[in-house]
């Protein structure tokens, strides 16, 4: 999976050497068909899932209890926003920061919990990005085991509007916890959320991936509009009652077509179709690899596979002529 349109270079070298490629969304296929000039027939869609019933399930978390727990008292009693990235360009943090004091520039009780790790004073940079510093923009503290459902439990929404994802899980793992959630209509999201199960930010265009690692001077990803976004989170926080409908609606896609048990379906028949095609012999890539004779230039690959086992070599006789034998 990559979060760009082009993959790093050195990972192109090694192309030649994969017989199958499993890739999580559809648009990953499309990037490596038309971008990297890969076999669509040797790429295969292989989802990613969750435990929705014993790990990522909100009838197991209580909303008030959860909530006390996590978030601060001060910020219990208006609505919190969590996000969960790492700290990095791609997650469009400064996007998100100046959405949110877009959408509420005022007093509102709107809380932002950004569970990450700034390399400096968060409010230093809220400060650099707005101009003033905004005490309702928070970090949270790391959460582990259950106190991370208890984060998605004890919130009102997410949100991650990045320029791109390889897949998602924070996105997939808040609409399992039935929160509203607001991801980019590009890239990994698009997989698992529709228009009816979140609130998909409308891409205005592509820009260049800058600041991603490794990224080819070609590579772009999504551009985010924040009065797009600074929308979509105002919307969430003024339409509870819709809000509530999208996330129950997002749980219930996510149960239907993400638990892991309906993903390791997808899995053991991809794996059960490659080993049967290793033992008729069968290679992918020497199927989209021409032959070259070293006289004859190239030709088409063989369509079936080389015949296995050893030769039986015949055995020489010298032929008698005829007539009776020496005499000695």
């Known amino acids: 999976m990559y979060e760009a349109t082009i993959v790093p270079s050195d990972w192109a070298q090694n192309f030649k050497e994969i017989d199958e490629w499993w890739v999580p969304y559809d648009g990953m296929k499309t990037i490596l068909v038309d971008n990297h000039g890969v076999s669509a027939n040797r790429i295969h869609v292989v989802e990613e899932g969750l435990d929705t019933r014993r790990t990522f399930n909100p009838d197991l978390f209580d909303y008030a209890s959860s909530r006390a727990r996590i978030y601060p008292k001060d910020a219990q009693g208006g609505f919190i926003f969590v996000s969960i990235f790492k700290w990095e360009t791609r997650k469009a943090y400064e996007e998100l920061i100046r959405a949110f004091v877009t959408a509420f520039p005022g007093n509102e009780s709107v809380t932002l919990f950004l569970r ?91 820009v260049a991936a800058t600041g991603l690692p490794g990224a080819d001077s070609r590579a772009q990803w999504a551009d985010i509009d924040v009065g797009l976004l600074a929308g979509l989170m105002k919307r969430i926080v003024e339409h509870p009652n819709e809000a509530q409908a999208v996330g129950a609606r997002a749980r219930q896609r996510i149960v239907q077509h993400y638990d892991q048990d309906a993903i390791a379906e997808q899995v053991l028949d991809r794996l059960q179709q490659a080993c049967e095609r290793q033992q008729r012999g069968i290679l992918p890539r020497h199927l989209d690899t021409p032959h070259v004779h070293p006289r004859r230039g190239s030709t088409p690959a063989p369509t079936t596979p080389p015949r296995r086992g050893r030769h039986k070599r015949r055995r020489r006789t010298t032929r008698r002529p005829s007539g009776p034998p020496p005499r000695s």
């Open 116 to 206: 990450t790790t700034p390399p400096q004073s968060l409010q230093d940079i809220v400060s650099r990005l707005v101009g003033k510093r905004d005490e309702r923009i928070r970090v949270l503290e790391r959460q582990e085991d259950h106190r991370y459902m208890q984060m998605l439990a004890g919130a009102d929404g997410f949100v991650a509007a990045t320029h791109g994802e390889g897949w998602g899980r924070p996105i997939m793992e808040a609409m399992a916890m039935g929160l509203p959630t607001i991801a980019t209509n590009w890239s990994g999201p698009t997989q698992f959320m529709t228009q009816d199960t979140g609130y998909l930010l409308p891409v205005k265009g592509l």
